[in-house]
């Protein structure tokens, strides 16, 4: 995806792929728009209502007073190049890059990883845009724990490995996350990184443990269900 770019001189027209569509299907353009928005807010839908790690981070929002709602907090929006999604803090907005996911399973992962974001924020008042710690940390927290480095997702990117693979998973995700948002030199980005590892990969709130599967996932929120019925007892 990301070669075509480079193939073709398009005048930036490749941050446009609707229009670039339209110049093939006349009269298409509204008509695409219109599904694209469509099917990113539908899959939205079934990714809140059934994600087990979705759930379990909008109802611990809720409880720390930082409630989600679906139409006010999430945006489906076209984004360039390869991006799936992205936590504006000045809004408190996830956006979600309706040319970019095209399958279910991926909108949960990407609704999972910006909810990290946004219980990050919502829980310590992160410093996104002075703290350069604070940001590589959320990043760690949220691909450790979204599933992004779960093992069927890596056996699909054809990297076989054990438990030590998981945590190189997560250190160069983070690394390619930080190095897309901030002006940063790649070194820069790994010393913050590596300072900051060890106690933001340990930090499985609000898990509990890391959820390397779905089936684990829905054992976390289960977890959750219960503690939110016994504090609900008190
Ligand atoms: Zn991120």
Known sequence: ??????????????????????KYKKGSLGESLFTYKNKCQMMLHFAVETSPYAKLLLGAMKNSGCAVYKDRHFSCEDCDGTVSGGFDATTSQIV????????????????????????????AHVDWFNSFKHLAC???????????????NELSRFNFGLKKHHQECVRSRALRS???????????????????????????SPFGRIPHSKKEAKFAYRDFEGRDRYYANL
Do not use: W
Not at 185 to 204: G, L, P, W
């Open 1 to 22: 995806m990301d070669q075509t770019k480079e193939q073709e001189e398009d005048y930036g027209y490749s941050l446009f792929p609707e229009r670039k569509k339209s």
């Open 178 to 204: 930080i190095l897309a948002v901030r002006k940063v030199s790649r070194e820069e980005a790994e010393k913050v990184v590596d300072e900051v590892f060890e106690s933001c990969f340990n930090d499985h």
């Open 96 to 123: 979600l890059c309706q040319n970019n996911i095209h399958q279910q399973a991926h909108m949960n992962r990407v609704v999972t990883h910006e909810l990290i974001h946004a219980f990050d924020h919502c829980r």
């Open 138 to 152: 959320s990043e760690i927290r949220a691909a450790n724990l979204s599933g992004d480095c779960s093992f069927t």
